[in-house]
């Protein structure tokens, strides 16, 4: 053990010190490392937990990749089971289901609203929407027959005053006149997302076509592909020689990305990103132009939900900041308070031949065992108010404005231990400056200081 450790060790142990200043200063510097740690544990906590809640609730809705009409919404297009196929033969691609929308009007005795119905079949996955059912059922949808089922929002059913086993008329209107259906709700979802909650239904996908009159079975609204790995960025293709070679998407050719233009090898997976360029390349078998299709990820097709997702990380780092500078002035404080109240020591010290730097070096072990003790208190009081959030929901939120019933408070162990090693870091850091203090202190005059 190095003697500037020793020494730091032996004044921090000692719990009888009759330095009536020092202890003090010791414990409001401890707690201004740990309320600052626990502010950005906290900080981060939300933050991370809003991103992630939303924008799981948004992919729940439509997965990782859109495919859809080049025209826009409300547009057919083709989409076949070989296109199919070729999508789901795209390096990354887990699952492809499709879907068909149409608006409607849907009418009570006292009120009525303007929704859209997506129709879905039985190769839709419902978990999303069975995670977020709040009564009833998902629903029983199939691509064969109509089972004449509805699965409303919670918004809409209040907005209508509906329930589950209520039986509603459905009105459309398109170029074939005024088209009337009946339906029975099946069940209630609540996702507090508004921009879906207050508009968006599901049923059966035979339903919907035959609303929109599309009687070739290879039009669709659109298709939502689930990606395995969303944030992976390479794909491995084979060259001709036979040897499997990484290559970024933007650098291929549509050929190259085409199953039949070149072998695709089991390997590293495409993002979401990729996946949407790789679409993009691929001939989708598209012949008549209006049915020309494109690919967009989630954060494209809903930019203004991402991208004010986007500057909560501006806050974080500003928060961050201020919290990391607190924590360093309460540091560089205490360390020159203790500095002047152990000036006879280190006149001591250096009578007896310390240098100044074995002098600096004990004190900044000594800032570091007090800033340790913060760093401990600070996660215990971090910690524990992201568990009690987590599981008691205690801070409630207007779903209206914020997506969500309460605050969502996602607990990363990584990113905690990267907080207080970037907190240990700079704080020691912010006080080698001051310790030089320490070479100014000579040990004729330090031995009648008081």
């Given at each position: 053990?190095?003697?500037?450790?020793?020494?730091?060790?032996?004044?921090?142990?000692?719990?009888?010190?009759?330095?009536?200043?020092?202890?003090?200063?010791?414990?409001?510097?401890?707690?201004?490392?740990?309320?600052?740690?626990?502010?950005?544990?906290?900080?981060?906590?939300?933050?991370?937990?809003?991103?992630?809640?939303?924008?799981?609730?948004?992919?729940?809705?439509?997965?990782?990749?859109?495919?859809?009409n080049?025209?826009?919404?409300?547009?057919?297009?083709?989409?076949?089971?070989?296109?199919?196929?070729?999508?789901?033969?795209?390096?990354?691609?887990?699952?492809?289901?499709?879907?068909?929308?149409?608006?409607?009007?849907?009418?009570?005795?006292?009120?009525?609203?303007?929704?859209?119905f997506?129709?879905?079949?039985?190769?839709?996955?419902?978990?999303?929407?069975?995670?977020?059912?709040?009564?009833?059922?998902?629903?029983?949808?199939?691509?064969?027959?109509?089972?004449?089922?509805?699965?409303?929002?919670?918004?809409?059913?209040?907005?209508?005053?509906?329930?589950?086993?209520?039986?509603?008329?459905?009105?459309?209107?398109?170029?074939?006149?005024?088209?009337?259906?009946?339906?029975?709700?099946?069940?209630?979802?609540?996702?507090?997302?508004?921009?879906?909650?207050q508009?968006?239904?599901?049923?059966?996908?035979?339903?919907?076509?035959?609303?929109?009159?599309?009687?070739?079975?290879?039009?669709?609204?659109?298709?939502?592909?689930?990606?395995?790995?969303?944030?992976?960025?390479?794909l491995?293709?084979?060259?001709?020689?036979?040897?499997?070679?990484?290559v970024?998407?933007?650098?291929?050719?549509?050929?190259?990305l085409?199953?039949?233009?070149?072998?695709?090898?089991?390997?590293?997976?495409?993002?979401?990103?990729?996946?949407?360029?790789a679409?993009?390349?691929?001939?989708?078998?598209?012949?008549?132009?209006?049915?020309?299709?494109?690919?967009?990820?989630?954060?494209?097709?809903?930019?203004?939900?991402?991208?004010?997702?986007?500057?909560?990380?501006?806050?974080?780092?500003?928060?961050?900041?201020?919290?990391?500078?607190?924590?360093?002035?309460?540091?560089?404080?205490?360390?020159?308070?203790?500095?002047?109240e152990?000036?006879?020591?280190?006149?001591?010290?250096?009578?007896?031949?310390?240098r100044?730097?074995t002098?600096?070096?004990?004190?900044?072990?000594?800032?570091?065992?007090?800033?340790?003790?913060?760093?401990?208190?600070?996660?215990?009081?971090?910690?524990?108010?992201?568990?009690?959030?987590?599981?008691?929901?205690?801070?409630?939120?207007?779903?209206?404005?914020?997506?969500?019933?309460?605050?969502?408070?996602?607990?990363?162990?990584?990113?905690?231990?990267?907080?207080?090693?970037?907190?240990?870091?700079?704080?020691?850091?912010?006080?080698?400056?001051?310790?030089?203090?320490?070479?100014?202190?000579?040990?004729?005059?330090?031995m009648?200081?008081?």
């Amino acid at each position: 053990m190095s003697l500037p450790l020793f020494i730091a060790r032996r004044i921090y142990m000692n719990k009888g010190d009759r330095h009536k200043v020092s202890r003090p200063v010791i414990h409001i510097a401890t707690a201004g490392v740990a309320i600052g740690l626990a502010v950005m544990i906290i900080t981060v906590s939300v933050v991370m937990g809003f991103k992630h809640t939303i924008r799981d609730k948004v992919i729940g809705f439509g997965s990782h990749v859109l495919v859809d009409n080049l025209m826009g919404y409300s547009s057919e297009t083709s989409i076949s089971d070989s296109t199919l196929q070729l999508l789901l033969n795209v390096e990354g691609v887990e699952h492809v289901q499709r879907y068909a929308d149409a608006q409607g009007i849907l009418k009570t005795d006292s009120d009525f609203l303007g929704v859209v119905f997506k129709g879905v079949d039985e190769n839709y996955r419902m978990d999303f929407l069975r995670e977020h059912l709040t009564e009833g059922k998902t629903g029983s949808f199939s691509s064969e027959k109509s089972s004449n089922e509805l699965l409303i929002s919670r918004q809409i059913a209040d907005k209508l005053q509906l329930k589950t086993g209520d039986r509603l008329f459905a009105y459309f209107i398109n170029n074939d006149g005024v088209k009337a259906r009946k339906f029975t709700v099946a069940g209630i979802y609540q996702t507090n997302l508004t921009q879906f909650d207050q508009n968006l239904c599901f049923t059966d996908i035979y339903t919907t076509r035959r609303i929109n009159s599309w009687h070739d079975t290879d039009l669709y609204s659109g298709a939502e592909i689930t990606v395995s790995n969303p944030t992976q960025d390479y794909l491995t293709l084979s060259s001709q020689d036979g040897t499997p070679q990484l290559v970024e998407v933007s650098s291929l050719s549509a050929m190259a990305l085409q199953p039949f233009g070149a072998e695709l090898h089991t390997g590293l997976e495409l993002s979401a990103d990729k996946v949407s360029q790789a679409i993009k390349l691929i001939n989708l078998e598209n012949e008549e132009p209006e049915h020309a299709m494109q690919s967009k990820t989630m954060q494209e097709a809903y930019p203004q939900i991402f991208h004010w997702l986007e500057l909560l990380d501006m806050n974080v780092w500003i928060i961050l900041a201020l919290m990391v500078c607190v924590a360093g002035f309460t540091m560089i404080s205490g360390l020159l308070i203790i500095i002047l109240e152990r000036t006879q020591m280190i006149g001591t010290l250096k009578a007896l031949g310390a240098r100044n730097a074995t002098v600096r070096h004990t004190f900044l072990w000594f800032a570091a065992f007090i800033i340790s003790q913060g760093l401990l208190v600070g996660d215990i009081i971090g910690i524990g108010i992201v568990l009690l959030q987590r599981h008691f929901g205690i801070v409630t939120l207007d779903p209206a404005t914020y997506y969500v019933s309460e605050a969502p408070m996602e607990l990363n162990i990584p990113v905690i231990v990267a907080l207080n090693i970037a907190t240990l870091l700079i704080s020691v850091f912010v006080l080698i400056a001051p310790s030089y203090l320490i070479s100014f202190i000579h040990p004729a005059r330090s031995m009648r200081y008081e």
